[in-house]
């Protein structure tokens, strides 16, 4: 049985070079969502990521019984911001705005996600009321890869902004993204690997 990886579907989305910014066109996706506010580094966050992951698990399995198709997981996805992007900058993180995100294939489809949610239901309890199944187009996309801590981002987020965006025309046109491709519990800090990605416009 082939299994659908986006990861291997589409490197220049989900594995860019770490030495330089690319500008990619980012097509619309069908994502497990889910929405939230505070430190990624509290209870409600682990709880919401918990979520997709025992909403995500289930519809594997039940896609390969009932349908004979099969993924691989994808990585974690994050969307980031604040009402005042100012506590954003500086780190304010209980003012922090996220929405974290799964990629499922295209064959996904509702009633299979309804079966997964209450798989995690029977687990984790009450369903949260952001989570869903949506998509997800950002269109036109500046992005590279980190390589190490996730608090040694900001040097590079930096010169993404105020040097590559505006020295070729563009300005930023939507959410900050992160997309993790390791899991932190079992993979050195200097080891990490994270996408980051800004949507653009042309000026």
């Not at 780190?91 to 009633?111: A, F, Q, S, V, Y």
Request: one cysteine or more; a negative charge.
């Amino acid at each position: 049985m082939e299994k659908t990886d986006i990861k291997k579907m589409l490197k220049e989305l989900y594995q860019p070079t770490h030495k330089d910014f690319s500008v990619v066109d980012v097509p619309n996706f069908k994502f497990a969502m889910i929405d939230g506010q505070g430190d990624p580094g509290h209870e409600v966050y682990m709880k919401a990521v918990q979520w997709l992951y025992s909403t995500i698990y289930p519809i594997k399995f039940i896609a390969k019984k009932k349908m004979g198709k099969d993924f691989v997981a994808a990585p974690l996805e994050g969307l980031w911001w604040a009402d005042d992007m100012d506590d954003f900058v500086n780190g304010n993180r209980d003012k922090w705005k996220w929405r974290m995100m799964i990629h499922l294939p295209d064959w996904t489809n509702e009633d299979l996600f309804e079966e997964g949610v209450a798989k995690a239901i029977s687990k984790l309890g009450e369903q949260p009321d952001s989570l869903r199944m949506g998509m997800f187009e950002e269109g036109k996309c500046v992005q590279i890869m980190h390589i190490g801590p996730y608090a040694d981002e900001a040097p590079t987020i930096a010169r993404m902004h105020k040097e590559f965006i505006p020295a070729n025309g563009l300005v930023e046109n939507g959410y900050h993204h992160e997309i993790y491709l390791n899991d932190p519990r079992r993979t050195a800090p200097e080891k990490l690997k994270t996408v980051l990605r800004q949507p653009v416009r042309l000026v």
